[in-house]
């Protein structure tokens, strides 16, 4: 379980001085592995922190992050954003050589697990071009095929769907699903509102650096639409935040 | 481990290639500037001065005393030329190419020729004698023959260390910018960080990729030194000049590529550790100039980097013993940077870092 308890999260970059600029405020969270966990918020909310905290990047200035996942002692943590970089120099073939070398697993093309996944985002045909030559949407499954090869226990998705065409995307969720169904602790962070209320089975909203709410998916719509069945997320959202 | 260390240093050196004019400006530098320079301190006139002096108690010895540059050179060789005619001492200034003599006589007699010198440098044919006999020590004997040589250690083998001290710089800047705040200015480094590779690995891979490029221009500079020896048939002492430069310069690129990696996982951007990389050389030319116009010998001085280098370059040479705190001094100082990145890296600042 990944449990966060009272944590705050202040930045001190020079133009604050002393005082600091507070990008998430007494989070409380509770993250059960095979859920798919939605994490919706306005720009500068601070979602991409939360995930950055859960990653082990940062580290909350209060309150303790606890990560057990039960079934490995040395658990594995993926991070997936639109804005990750990737090397411009290497071919698609020697980053995932590289990343294979410094994870000390072999991603060779020989490996079953790691040539089921290639197939399947169609990779292959990019294998041995340099990733400056790629378009956004390859560069896009690129860095989703390195967010899943290795197998990870957390898989922490920022914009995942950035770029992504119509079978990337379908690509994409079907990864997802498929982790879940191997109890993986998934964090699907977006700004579509529609993505999330497909595929999330729970759904944490942050305003401000603060959680407004974070419930069960089919609990919250059962709560909202009882007197509307055509109530959407978003007047979900706008009856916690009316100024959203 | 070191799977991880050779795999991160050889995809950093696939990421420089891309920059050729780095590499060839590493090369082209040393080729360059090193003949160039050396050519005009060694055309000069290269003939072995033996000064004969009367034994006048200890004067002799007293000059050699106070001359800083004269002591550092002296010792005695009585017994290697000869015994009997020698009678306390000889002091042996090497500049460079130059050498002389002083000899202290007991009497005014001189038996002793030119071949026995010969023999004392292994025969070392391109050595040409210029014997000057009675020499009076006097006020201008300290003038004439020991402060007047200061002048061809400043333009000879000082000259030739801060270009090392530039090209060994210069290279290897351009590199740790773009191994290290590249990382950062490309959003590559927290997918690094994420693949639970050691942290340790990460450093030693990216600071070999450093050092590496440091002793390109090293490398190239000391080979080209031996070829300006061959040219100008400057001889053995030349050579071991040679040798101190390596001794000098060695740990000093060692300090150089931690300082260098440190800046760059500082600095958010490339542009921003260049451009404390800019700031750094400006410090080392004032510590130059510093260093120069100042002639300060306190102990402390052998311990401080590039101050140490600067003053073993104008002094000309370093004892065993000194050299061995010079060295130990650079690795520690190395060591606490590679250790503050390590920790820069261990930590979140290492993604808001700024200069």
């Keep these: 379980m990944i449990e966060l308890n009272h944590i705050s999260k202040i930045f001190y970059p020079k133009k604050y001085k002393s005082q600091g600029y507070k990008s998430l405020d007494d989070i409380n969270l509770e993250i059960l592995p095979g859920q798919i966990v939605g994490l919706i918020g306005l720009n500068g909310a601070g979602k991409t922190t939360l995930l950055k905290l859960i990653a082990g990047l940062y580290k909350p200035t209060y309150g303790e992050i606890s990560i057990k996942v039960s079934y490995v ?83 922490l998705l920022d914009e995942p769907s950035n770029y992504l065409d119509f079978q990337g995307q379908k690509q994409l969720n079907t990864l997802i699903i498929e982790a879940k169904k191997r109890n993986k602790y998934i964090v699907y962070a977006s700004h579509n509102l529609f993505e999330i209320e497909r595929i999330a089975d729970s759904i944490i909203f942050i305003h401000q650096g603060r959680v407004i709410f974070y419930k069960d998916k089919a609990k919250l719509y059962q709560e909202e639409k009882i007197n509307n069945p055509e109530t959407t997320l978003i007047d979900i959202i706008k009856r916690q935040v009316p100024d959203v | 481990m070191f799977k991880m260390i050779i795999k991160i240093f050889t995809t950093e050196l696939l990421q420089i290639k891309k920059d050729q004019r780095t590499i060839i400006a590493m090369f082209i530098l040393p080729i360059l500037m090193i003949p160039a320079i050396l050519g005009l301190a060694f055309s000069e006139d290269n003939r072995v001065e033996i000064v004969c002096v ?115 710089f210069s290279g290897p800047a351009l590199v740790s910018a773009d191994i290290s705040a590249g990382e950062k200015e490309r959003k590559t480094l927290e997918s690094l960080l994420l693949t639970k590779c050691p942290i340790k690995n ?154």
């Design chain 1, 73 to 155: 002692k040395d658990y594995r943590v993926s991070m997936l954003s639109s804005e990750q970089g990737l090397y411009n120099h290497l071919s698609v073939k020697q980053l995932v050589d590289y990343f294979g070398t410094l994870q000390n697993k072999d991603f060779s093309y020989q490996d079953n697990d790691t040539k089921i996944l290639i197939d399947y985002l169609k990779i292959e045909s990019v294998f041995d071009k340099q990733i400056s030559t790629l378009s956004s949407g390859w560069r896009q499954k690129v860095l989703i095929l390195l967010s899943f090869i290795n197998n990870p226990d957390i898989i």
């Design chain 2, 202 to 355: 990460i450093i030693i891979g990216k600071y070999l990729t450093v050092l590496l490029f440091s002793f390109i221009p090293l490398t190239t500079g000391i080979i080209i030194m031996y070829i300006t020896a061959y040219i100008f048939n400057t001889g053995i002492l030349y050579l071991q000049n040679v040798n101190l430069v390596v001794k000098l310069i060695f740990p000093y690129c060692i300090f150089m590529s931690a300082f260098l990696l440190k800046n760059g996982f500082k600095a958010k951007t490339i542009r921003a550790a260049k451009s404390t990389e800019s700031l750094f050389f400006v410090f080392i030319l004032i510590v130059n100039i510093f260093m120069i116009i100042n002639s300060i010998n306190i102990p402390i001085i052998h311990i401080i980097p590039i101050v140490n280098t600067i003053y073993f370059s104008l002094n000309g040479t370093i004892s065993n013993n000194l050299y061995l705190l010079y060295l130990l001094s650079y690795l520690f100082f190395a060591y606490l940077l590679l250790k503050k990145t390590y920790k820069l890296l261990n930590s979140e600042d290492v993604f808001y870092s700024e200069n």
């Design chain 2, 54 to 168: 009367f034994k006048s108690d200890s004067i002799l010895q007293n000059i050699i005393s106070n001359s800083s540059l004269a002591k550092k050179y002296s010792f005695i060789i009585k017994k290697e030329i000869n015994e009997n005619t020698i009678e306390d001492y000889l002091l042996l200034e090497l500049n460079n190419n130059e050498i002389i003599l002083l000899i202290s006589s007991q009497n005014n007699k001189y038996d002793f020729v030119a071949k026995d010198f010969q023999e004392f440098f292994n025969k070392q044919s391109n050595i040409d004698f210029n014997i000057q006999e009675n020499i009076s020590i006097d006020s201008t004997f300290k003038t004439n023959y020991l402060d007047e040589r200061l002048e061809s250690v400043y333009s000879g083998l000082y000259t030739v260390i801060i270009i090392f001290l530039i090209v060994c």
